[in-house]
Structure formats: structure tokens, C-alpha cells
T-cell receptor, first 111, second 113 residues
Framework: ELKVEQNPLFLSMQEGKNYTIYCNYS?????LYWYRQDPGKSLESLFV?????AVKQEGRLMASLDTKARLSTLHITAAVHDLSATYFC???????????FGTGTRLKVLA | DSGVTQTPKHLITATGQRVTLRCSPR?????VYWYQQSLDQGLQFLIQ???????AKGNILERFSAQQFPDLHSELNLSSLELGDSALYFC????????????FGPGTRLLVL
């Protein structure tokens, strides 16, 4: 069964600290996506990673992809309260256009 | 504001009924995607349309169907509704069929009583 696992599921961190969210998937994939969801809101696309070794950065967030390890990371640098949200990763299965989502990581940044 | 609109915002209905959710993509976007988010199932991809044609199908139940019209808006039809269909339904759009960056609508919250 295809699985996309994120860890941790919950993360409480202090402002100014660094941390990494991990996304593991169990099958070959064409693309990996990261999304943000604020409470009661819709989803916002953060990154699309297309190839092995891809790295993308936006502000305090940096995402990377290792297709051989079937692992993506979302690194948070010097966290601020505004980053508090739930973060989802998703993959498309090679040869299909089906998306599989991870369980989400609920991030809370404490002042 | 992503530019993607969804109607209605909220919908309350009874088991066994049928509802239609509507999505208008961003101007110029040809692909529309539908997703379901519930506490039990998490986020699930339902279906993708590109320029009127079905492109990919995910965990969409047989009781559910969708279509994309010539003006590129899309509708998701849910029939024989069950309590477990209560969820947030999002649509998203993107420029092409390559599944690049997607822009999400605000969602329709469906409650089946």
C-alpha cells in the first residue's frame, strides 16, 4: 500500500529556533509538493520539487528532495509565530497523476 | 485571494440526498482538481480535469462524479450521501496538466445529517 508519512505529527517550538519536518513515501514518485494550511482555511502551495536533489527556499522555509531515499524535508529557520500552521506533503505516483497526501504536521511557534 | 471560487461555502443536507459543488478556476487555468478533507480520512485527491477531459482519478467513490464544462468551471456531484461524506471539499486549479503549482479555493463545508 502506498504511504506518505510525515513526522513529527505535532511540533511546538520556540521562536528563533530551527527545525525540520520529514516526509517519507513508499513508492517512486514524479513530484513532491509541500502545502500550508492555516486553521479553518484552505491550502496554500509552498513548493513543488521535481527531481532528485531539488532544493527550494522561500523566506524561512527550505524544502529538499532525495528521491533515492524517498524522503523530503521542510526546514524551518529561525521560526516566527506567523509560521504556525499545518504543513502537508504530497506525492504523485510515477506513471499516474494521482496525489497521495501525508498526514500533516501541526506546527506551533511559541513567542 | 487565490482567484479560485467555490460555491456554496456551506451545505447542510440529509443522508440519501444529492448535492452539487461548483468551482470556478483562476482565469487562464485549464486544470481543475477536487480534494476531500475529513478528520477520518485526512486529505484525499478525488479527481483532476484538464480542458474538459478527465486527467486523473484518485479515491473518488462511485457515488461521486465530476465534470468540467467548456467555460472551464467544474462541478462535483455527490449522491446517496452518507454521514461519512461530511467533509471539506476543496477545488484547485493550475495552468496546465503538468500538476505544477496549484491554487486552492476556499472550500465547501458539507455536513450530512
Amino acid at each position: 500500500e502506498l504511504k506518505v508519512e510525515q513526522n513529527p505529527l505535532f511540533l511546538s517550538m520556540q521562536e528563533g529556533k530551527n527545525y525540520t519536518i520529514y516526509c517519507n513515501y513508499s513508492t517512486t514518485s514524479d513530484r513532491l509538493y509541500w502545502y500550508r494550511q492555516d486553521p479553518g482555511k484552505s491550502l496554500e502551495s509552498l513548493f513543488v520539487l521535481l527531481s532528485n536533489g531539488a532544493v527550494k527556499q522561500e523566506g524561512r522555509l527550505m524544502a529538499s528532495l532525495d528521491t533515492k531515499a524517498r524522503l523530503s524535508t521542510l526546514h524551518i529557520t529561525a521560526a516566527v509565530h506567523d509560521l504556525s500552521a499545518t504543513y502537508f506533503c504530497a506525492v504523485t505516483v510515477t506513471g499516474t497523476y494521482k496525489y497521495i497526501f501525508g498526514t500533516g504536521t501541526r506546527l506551533k511557534v511559541l513567542a | 485571494d487565490s482567484g479560485v471560487t467555490q460555491t456554496p461555502k456551506h451545505l447542510i443536507t440529509a443522508t440519501g440526498q444529492r448535492v452539487t459543488l461548483r468551482c470556478s478556476p483562476r482565469s487562464g487555468d485549464l486544470s481543475v482538481y477536487w480534494y476531500q478533507q475529513s478528520l477520518d480520512q485526512g486529505l484525499q485527491f478525488l479527481i483532476q480535469y484538464y480542458n474538459g477531459e478527465e486527467r486523473a482519478k484518485g479515491n473518488i467513490l462511485e457515488r461521486f462524479s465530476a465534470q468540467q464544462f467548456p467555460d472551464l468551471h467544474s462541478e462535483l456531484n455527490l449522491s446517496s450521501l452518507e454521514l461519512g461524506d461530511s467533509a471539506l471539499y476543496f477545488c484547485a486549479s493550475s495552468v496546465s496538466q503538468a500538476q505544477e503549482t496549484q491554487y486552492f479555493g476556499p472550500g465547501t463545508r458539507l455536513l450530512v445529517l
